[in-house]
């Protein structure tokens, strides 16, 4: 059983930075790709960015391309989520999850099979 823990949110005003971390154990980190999703009250999770296995290609939505990055370190099974520019819009519970290796569609939660309990992101006007 993998286990996946964020960390790194808070409070931040519009314009500002906030680097979230997501730490894995339990399995194989390297050998699953892992992505970044994001839900804000009443509105459905949606994709944020994904990067593969390998860490050579990554994935963004389109609102936040330019302004986050993803990345991850499988010598210590973290992976990041550097966020710049941020906009009241941004604010969210963030969640990172684990997505075998086979999977191409980075954007569909439903493909990820394990899942963190998330860090609150609140952004000021």
């Known amino acids: 059983q993998v286990q996946l823990v964020e960390s790194g949110g808070g409070l931040v005003q519009a314009g500002g930075s906030l680097r979230l971390s997501c730490a894995a154990s339990?399995?194989?980190?390297?050998?699953?790709?892992m992505g970044w999703f994001r839900q804000a009250p009443g509105k459905e999770r949606e994709f944020v960015a994904a990067?593969?296995?390998?860490?050579?290609?990554?994935y963004y939505a389109d609102s936040v391309k330019g302004r986050f990055t993803i990345s991850r370190d499988n010598t210590k099974n973290t992976l990041y989520l550097q966020m710049n520019s941020l906009r009241p819009e941004d604010t969210a519970v963030y969640y990172c999850?684990?997505?075998?290796?086979?999977?191409?569609?980075?954007?569909?939660?439903?493909?990820?099979?394990?899942w963190g309990r998330g860090t609150q992101v609140t952004v000021s006007s």
């Open positions: 999850a684990s997505i075998p290796m086979y999977y191409r569609r980075y954007e569909t939660p439903s493909l990820y099979d394990h």
């Open positions: 339990g399995r194989a980190f390297s050998s699953y790709g």
């Open positions: 990067i593969t296995w390998t860490g050579v290609s990554t």
